[in-house]
């Protein structure tokens, strides 16, 4: 099966600027597919050189085995972009936003689509009101209506929950998760990690224009994140063997990494040996937020090393 | 199917929602200039035997108004555009470097029609005009509007901020058309003068359009259609490669 979005080898500057510096990756098709890093890390560059709005100087991309280049037509039928910046045409009122936007994709027969989607991502009432007067939420959904209403079978979301309110949010994800289901690929960027790491099965990371992770979203949770023992002490203090390894969170709480839950057993029984005792405590499951965190650090140790004073 | 003729439409539609200011303002400026000058210089000039200062100017303002309004067409769609930043919402679709090109050329040349129209039917009411060669006159109301369409489109994709479109405007397109013979016949100007409008390629334009009504020119009627002509392919053929680069659109 032909992949949903393959990114070869690309680079590209801004001037002195690597934005893109060397990026490959695959997204399969049916794909919930995370594309997360810092800002200024190449997420939207990366994005805009596959719906056409940038040139890759190096490498090529493809949507549905359609070089975006070569076969811009095919390929830009075949994908959805929801930019970042909330855009509109104030000229115009939602449902002719909608119309023409579909028209530009030669489909000029699309009321009944424009309708549900107008529906789906509640904007009925909104359906005739110039795009002047909505709100900035309601300027997002229009714009992500707009990336749908060619029916694309990759959609990419950049950032669409920046600034929006939670009832949104849901709806969106709502949305999105069955159009997931009914087969469409999903690219999103956001800086809401626990978005990604609820919705994506699969997560890349950009840093400084270069991959510096790709893997699914339960390797990477397993392999940089572990699960950490929580508790706080009324009287005595945490055994040598136990001390070695944790460390204090924020609340003054000692965080002891373990692996799995039967080592709780072995904390528990170490520190009753100890004689101490225990006020609360709590087992936290390992979470995107701190495997980001470790990813991007790691990537940033070599760099502060080589640093000048 | 091809997005150009909604992408045609939405250009037609985006103009006509304004036609206060888009349509009907220009219209009552080439009024003014007409009912100002004819009034000023009537009896006291006469462009060519058996045509009167009125109606010598009727063609001319009119043809004035539609390059005017033409260049303003395209220009001011995507310099707008590329300002607000929805100018992406017709980058993503599949429309073709030609497809973009025809559609905000033909809403240009649109426009021009519709304040052409305007400005003939309340100029007719004032002063009759006779039209001696209809197709003539079409050809070069088309040819003028596309060229200066034409060259809208490339303003709009090369500036960055309104007030590089209003300095191609005041500066270029002003000048052009002022010194172009819409208000005199060119032979009664100096040597020097005379010289110089025939560098003028709206002289052309306007001249030939003039030929439509009159059946007289200052020049032949096919030389000004090479020049207009010769000037509105290589412009449409720069406009084309600026699209087909990305230049200014896509980084």
């Known amino acids: 099966m032909v992949a949903a979005v393959q990114v070869r080898d690309v680079g590209k500057s801004f001037g002195a600027t690597r934005a893109l510096d060397g990026v490959s990756l695959t997204v399969g098709q049916g794909e919930f597919f995370a594309l997360l890093g810092p800002n200024g890390a190449g997420k939207t560059t990366l994005i805009s050189a596959l719906g056409g709005l940038a040139r890759a100087d190096a490498g090529t991309l493809s949507v549905m085995g359609f070089d975006v280049r070569a076969q811009y037509r095919q390929a830009r039928r075949s994908v959805g972009i929801v930019p970042q910046e909330i855009v509109f045409d104030p000229f115009f009122s939602v449902r002719e936003t909608l119309a023409f936007q579909s028209g530009y994709f030669g489909m000029t027969k699309n009321g009944a689509w424009i309708d549900e989607l107008l529906e789906r991502l509640a904007l009925t009432s909104k359906a005739d009101a110039n795009m002047r007067s909505l709100s900035g939420g309601m300027k997002r959904r229009v714009m992500v209506a707009q990336a749908l209403v060619h029916r694309p079978p990759v959609i990419v979301l950049d950032e669409p929950t920046a600034g929006v309110d939670v009832e949104l949010r849901q709806t969106l994800w709502k949305f999105i998760r069955e159009l997931n289901k009914a087969g469409h690929t999903i690219v999103l960027t956001t800086h809401y990690l626990e978005e990604a790491e609820q919705l994506c099965t699969r997560i890349a990371m950009l840093k400084a224009g270069r991959l510096v992770a790709l893997d699914t979203t339960a390797n990477l949770l397993a392999a940089f994140s572990r699960r950490v023992l929580r508790l706080r002490l009324v009287s005595g203090s945490l055994p040598p063997g136990i001390a070695a390894s944790a460390q204090l969170d924020p609340t003054g709480r000692h965080m002891v990494p373990i692996d799995d839950f039967s080592q709780v057993a072995d904390v528990l029984v170490a520190l009753k040996a100890a004689g101490a005792a225990i006020a609360d405590m709590e087992v936290t499951e390992p979470d995107l937020e701190d495997v980001f965190l470790k990813i991007m650090r790691h990537e940033d140790a070599p760099a502060a090393g080589r640093a000048p004073p | ?211 439509g009504f009159f059946g007289q020119a200052d020049v032949s009627p096919w030389l000004s259609l090479a020049i207009a002509g010769g000037a509105f392919c290589a412009l449409s053929f720069f406009a084309l490669q600026l699209l087909r680069s990305g230049y200014k659109l896509r980084t």
């Open chain 2, 1 to 211: 199917m091809s997005g150009f003729p909604t992408l045609f439409r939405k250009e037609i539609v985006r103009f006509w929602k304004v036609s206060v200011q888009t349509v009907a303002a220009p219209v009552l400026s080439a009024l003014l200039y007409l009912l100002i000058f004819s009034h000023v210089l009537s009896g006291r000039v006469e462009a060519f035997p058996g045509v009167s200062y009125a109606q010598f100017l009727v063609p001319g303002l009119a043809m004035m108004s539609m390059l005017q309004n033409a260049f303003a067409n395209s220009s001011s769609s995507l310099i707008q555009s590329k300002i607000s930043g929805n100018i992406i919402f017709i980058l993503l679709p599949p429309l073709s470097p030609l497809e973009l090109f025809g559609a905000y050329l033909l809403a240009s040349i649109a426009r021009a029609a519709a304040v052409g129209a305007g400005v003939f039917i309340a100029a007719f009411l004032l002063v009759p005009v006779p039209i001696a060669h209809p197709l003539w006159a079409i050809a070069f109301g088309v040819l003028g509007s596309g060229l200066l369409g034409a060259l809208g489109i490339i303003a709009g994709i090369w500036a960055e901020k309104f007030d590089q479109i209003a300095a191609f405007q005041n500066f270029l397109i002003m000048p052009l058309t002022f010194l172009s013979g819409v208000f005199y016949s060119i032979h009664s100007l100096p040597p020097f003068w005379l010289g110089l409008t025939h560098l003028n390629p709206f002289f052309y334009m306007i001249d030939g359009f003039r030929f």
